[in-house]
């Protein structure tokens, strides 16, 4: 409606060739790339500590750590001549904290122990290429995201643990599915120039206690 081209590709992290063929088709399309959000994860080898095996840690690291390196820096082969541009990394307040056991229902066991541990190298990674890339006028930020998933079912189980995370958040609500997009756009935008390796939280007051 307001005029703007919106295209959707595939992406597959755990690939070198399709990281680089998405890069490619960007910048044939579009003559350069400005700006990149790093937000794709793969939950499907999500375990808990007790439950971890190498190989299940090792798939989930495949796409969601050593994928939003690739990518990042297959962008910024064509960010760095186009002096400048825009990453940002999609952490979590579990990149901030711990998971509050008490607040889990005992069905949910001991919480993913590599999703915790993968979204504290999302601000690490933040802090790494924006003091690396900054000459080159480039700005990596992150933002840490607070509850939010629209699809959690309606099991009494979950509705207890969304009714305790309600109770115990200063705004007293759950995120919804445009709450990100404000700090994603600002971060993006000349409005944040002066703005990187920062990690802009969005919990609803969640990590103050």
Known sequence: ???YDAIGLSLD???DESIKALAKEVYD?????????NNAVDRRNMVSLQDATREKLQAAMNSNIQGPILLS???LEYMIPAGGGSIINI?????????????YPEGWGDQEVNYTTEKWA????TKYMAGRYGKHRIRVNCVAPGGFNPGLSDNPETQKFVKTYIENCPLGC???EDDIKGPVCFLASDAARYITGENLVMDGGWTIW
Do not use: C
Request: charged share 20%.
């Open 1 to 3: 409606e307001r005029g």
């Open 13 to 15: 992290l755990s690939s």
């Open 29 to 37: 399309r579009y003559g350069k790339i400005d700006i990149l959000v």
């Open 73 to 75: 820096q297959v962008v």
């Open 91 to 103: 952490s979590s307040i579990r990149g901030l904290d711990g998971p509050h056991f008490p607040f």
């Open 122 to 125: 999302m601000v690490g990674l």
């Open 174 to 176: 759950w995120a919804n």
